[in-house]
C-alpha cells in the first residue's frame, strides 16, 4: 500500500484489516500502556450503567467493548459493531481468551455510515478512535443520534492538535520520529503514515462539538486530555 493524502471507505477497511494483528502491541507500546486510562474515562463520562444495552461503534479489537462489558454487568449487553472483519474477529478471541466471563458481548461488522440497529435502541454508546477514520462525519454523528435512547450520551475518543505550540511540535515529534518508525519495524509504515494526514483533515474540539450539535444533540462538549493530544467529545441526545 502506498501513502495517498485522501482515503476511500475501502482504502481504510484495508488499513484496519491488515494491521488488526500488531494493532493491540503497537497501542500499548506507542502510549506506554495511557490509552487505557483514556478508553475508561470515555466509559464513563458515556454514562453506561449496570444493566445498559451499549454501542461500541469503530471497536476494532474491542478495549473499549471489554471496558463497557464490565461496566454493564451481566445483566447489560455490549454490541461492538467494526466495519473490518479482521478487527472483529481479533476483538472476539481475544476478549474469549482473557474474559471468558463477559459473554453478553456481540460482535457485529457494520458500516458507522449506515447502522443495522432500530431508532433509540442504546442506553449509551462509545466510539475511540474512529471519527477521525470515517469519510463522512455529519453522516456518522447522525446514525449515533438516531441510534441513541433520548437523553443518553455517546463518549467519542480521538487524537486532538494540542493549542499549546510546544505540545504540538511534541506531538509531531512523537508521530514523526517515534510511531511511524515503530510501525515500519512492524512492516506497516504506509499504514501509519496515514495517520498524520487523517489528524490533519480532522475537526478540532469546537469543530467537533458544532457538529454534534448539528446532528441533533442537545449538549455537545468536548474535553481535552494528556496535555490536549488527545480529546473526548461527549454528546447527549
Ligand atoms: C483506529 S481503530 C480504533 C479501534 C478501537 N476503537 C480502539 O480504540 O482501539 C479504528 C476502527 O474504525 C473502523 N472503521 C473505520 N471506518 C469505519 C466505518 N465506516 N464503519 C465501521 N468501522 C469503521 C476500522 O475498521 C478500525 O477498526
Known amino acids: ?3 495517498k493524502s485522501t482515503y476511500t471507505s475501502t482504502d481504510i477497511q484495508a488499513i484496519f484489516n491488515r494491521i488488526a494483528p500488531v494493532y493491540d502491541r503497537l497501542n500499548n507500546d506507542l502510549s506506554l500502556g495511557m490509552h487505557w486510562v483514556w478508553k475508561q474515562m470515555t466509559v464513563t463520562w458515556s454514562g453506561a450503567k449496570a444493566g445498559d444495552v451499549c454501542l461500541d461503534l469503530c471497536c476494532g479489537s474491542g478495549d473499549l467493548t471489554q471496558l463497557l462489558a464490565r461496566q454493564v454487568g ?4 455490549v454490541i461492538g459493531a467494526d466495519f473490518a472483519p479482521a478487527q472483529l474477529e481479533t476483538a472476539a478471541a481475544r476478549v474469549a481468551s482473557i474474559y471468558p466471563s463477559l459473554d453478553r458481548i456481540e460482535w457485529v461488522e457494520a458500516d458507522a455510515l449506515d447502522l443495522p440497529f432500530a431508532d433509540s435502541y442504546f442506553d449509551a454508546a462509545t466510539m475511540g478512535y474512529g471519527l477521525r477514520n470515517v469519510t463522512d462525519i455529519p453522516r456518522c454523528l ?3 443520534y438516531r441510534v441513541l435512547k433520548p437523553g443518553t450520551k455517546v463518549a467519542i475518543l480521538d487524537f486532538h492538535r494540542p493549542d499549546n505550540n510546544l505540545m504540538r511540535q511534541f506531538q509531531q515529534w512523537y508521530l514523526d520520529a517515534i510511531v511511524v518508525p ?5 512492516g506497516m509504515m504506509a499504514e501509519y503514515a496515514y495517520l498524520n494526514p487523517s489528524l490533519d483533515r480532522f475537526p478540532m474540539g469546537a469543530e467537533q462539538v458544532k457538529l454534534g450539535l448539528a446532528a441533533g444533540f442537545s449538549r455537545a462538549t468536548h474535553y481535552p486530555i494528556a496535555g490536549g ?5 461527549v454528546l447527549t441526545k
Open 182 to 186: 515503530k510501525a515500519t519495524q512492524l
Open 74 to 77: 451481566s445483566v447489560g449487553t
Open 1 to 3: 500500500m502506498t501513502t
Open 142 to 144: 447522525q446514525e449515533l
Open 229 to 233: 493530544m488527545m480529546g473526548i467529545l
